[in-house]
């Protein structure tokens, strides 16, 4: 990041440099204001010289059938956009052939984390954790939000430098598209309202598999993160609103894909658990 830091200074340097002799001169009003446009001029080429760095971090468990066609696509994506990149994949104890899937696409790109079978809240966190770039996100291995969605957050993150936190929504009244069965939309709007009554989080769809954090606001939420299952989304939510951290919600076209690992009959109990055990670490939140 050095070179180009020292290349936006460059551009302003001699900007600068062009208002000092303006100045020198004794050149006032009309070519005081051209100085002040060619500065303005010289940072936004400076903003746009600069390339974006990130991370993305994707969370895997038995993924062998399609974590290199993700992995594929996304290279394929960050290349085109000339992007600084790292790819971090979290195997979440896969009992496949996942590892050796990701060995085989290893690259200088891709960082391969392993941890013992413990949660996408784990997984997530820990690489997340060990991301090294500007802006941080986490995707499912999917690909069931359109990688596209990457390129628009971005932009919101350059243009509303106030937002630290973006999560994609799929159930925003507008500006958002999502292809799923109508008994997974019932359950999760569902666990929304449970999670607003009780947590006071007021978000359309805090379970989306597509958010984006800048490194600061990343470290300082997942550092507190406990939950290792499904419900860590409420969680880093929470965490963000207890702690001031602005978070903006955003319509995303998603589609379901099948083969997930989500079991609305068997995990939806833990997760309502989980927002219980959520509401009562309120003060080590704060106080972490």
């Given amino acids: 990041m050095t070179k180009k830091t020292n290349t936006y200074a460059n551009i302003i340097a001699a900007a600068s440099a062009n208002t000092n002799k303006y100045a020198e001169t004794g050149m006032t009003g009309t ?47 960050l290349k085109l956009k000339k992007f600084d990149y790292e790819i971090i994949a979290v195997d979440d104890g896969s009992t496949d052939n996942t590892i050796n899937a990701l060995k085989d696409i290893s690259n200088s790109d891709l960082r391969i984390i392993t941890i013992t079978k413990s949660g996408k809240g784990a997984a997530v966190k820990s690489g997340i954790l060990a991301a090294n770039y500007e802006y941080i996100f986490f995707m499912d291995a999917d690909l069931s939000t359109d990688e596209q969605e990457i390129s628009r957050f971005i932009n919101i993150f350059k243009n509303e430098p106030d937002v630290d936190v973006i999560i994609g929504s799929r159930y925003l009244p507008e500006n958002s598209t999502i292809i799923q069965p109508p008994f997974r939309n019932m359950v999760g709007k569902t666990f929304s309202l449970l999670k607003s009554q009780l947590l006071g989080l007021n978000y359309y769809d805090s379970q989306c598999g597509f958010k984006a954090f800048r490194k600061e606001a990343a470290q300082k939420i997942f550092s507190k993160v406990t939950v290792k299952g499904f419900s860590f989304d409420v969680e880093v939510l929470y965490i963000a609103e207890l702690n001031k951290i602005k978070v903006k919600e955003t319509g995303v076209e998603w589609c379901h894909r099948t083969g997930g690992h989500v079991n609305i009959m068997i995990d939806s109990i833990p997760m309502i658990l989980d927002l219980f055990k959520i509401y009562l670490k309120k003060n080590y939140y704060l106080n972490q």
């Fill in 31 to 77: 070519t005081t204001a051209a100085a002040k446009i060619a500065t303005t001029a010289a940072a936004n080429t400076a903003n746009k010289a600069v390339k974006p760095s990130l991370s993305i971090v994707i969370p895997a468990f038995n993924e062998e059938k399609r974590i290199k066609y993700t992995i594929s696509k996304l290279r394929t994506f």
